[in-house]
T-cell receptor, first 111, second 111 residues
């Protein structure tokens, strides 16, 4: 099992550009999550999904969109990137309320 | 009051020392509890789950006190490799899928 994989590992965007952060898990987990972590801060939930076709907002959803067409994939879309979206983005998955498994993260800088 | 609170540290301890962290949570209906470890610029990784009866994994012992609403992590015989940030995580009550992460406690083990 590869676990949770994320691409890209690093990305620099210009203000106003858009991009999609990819997340894939091969553990057949039903729950998937996107978090952001700013330097020296805790994790903040952006969006989550409890199954294919079902998504919902977390604490900080503004500026982001998600979709979940399959159990395995949960891409995060950034529209009109802003400097405030400079952060490390982690995708995670879990089987219901069990422990979450995290991907290695995507480091995004918006200039 | 924050949903999950941790002392941010840093805790600077010599090799071989015993160190303990506490984490308090506000919602008495919380279901499951975990300790995660996060190394600098890496993803969080599960250290151990926390069970009502307490549990031990090698040098690590976790305890849950539901009456006082806190969990603890004890590390014995600290190693240099234990240096990291330790995150307390509380899973949601029924009706929400939001895992609550503490902001973490930094541990530095000194030679």
């Amino acid at each position: 099992n590869a676990g949770v994989t994320q691409t890209p590992k690093f990305r620099i965007l210009k203000i106003g550009q858009s991009m999609t952060l990819q997340c894939t898990q091969d553990m057949n987990h039903n729950y998937m999550y996107w978090y952001r972590q700013d330097p020296g801060m805790g994790l903040k939930l952006i969006y989550y999904s409890v199954g294919a076709g079902i998504t919902d907002k977390g604490e900080v959803p503004n500026g982001y969109n998600v979709s979940r067409s399959t159990t395995e994939d949960f891409p995060l879309r950034l529209e009109l990137a802003a400097p405030s979206q400079t952060s490390v983005y982690f995708c995670a998955s879990s089987y219901q309320y069990n422990e979450q498994f995290f991907g290695p993260g995507t480091r995004l800088t918006v200039l | 009051r924050k949903e999950v609170e941790q002392d941010p540290g840093p805790f600077n301890v010599p090799e071989g020392a015993t160190v303990a962290f506490n984490c308090t949570y506000s919602n008495s209906a919380s279901q499951s509890f975990f300790w995660y470890r996060q190394d600098c610029r890496k993803e969080p990784k599960l250290l151990m789950s926390v069970y009502s009866s307490g549990n031990e994994d090698g040098r690590f012992t976790a305890q849950l006190n539901r009456a006082s609403q806190y969990i603890s992590l004890l590390i014995r015989d600290s190693k240099l490799s234990d240096s990291a940030t330790y995150l307390c995580v509380v899973t949601p009550t029924s009706g929400t899928y939001k895992y609550i992460f503490g902001t973490g406690t930094r541990l530095k083990v000194l030679a």
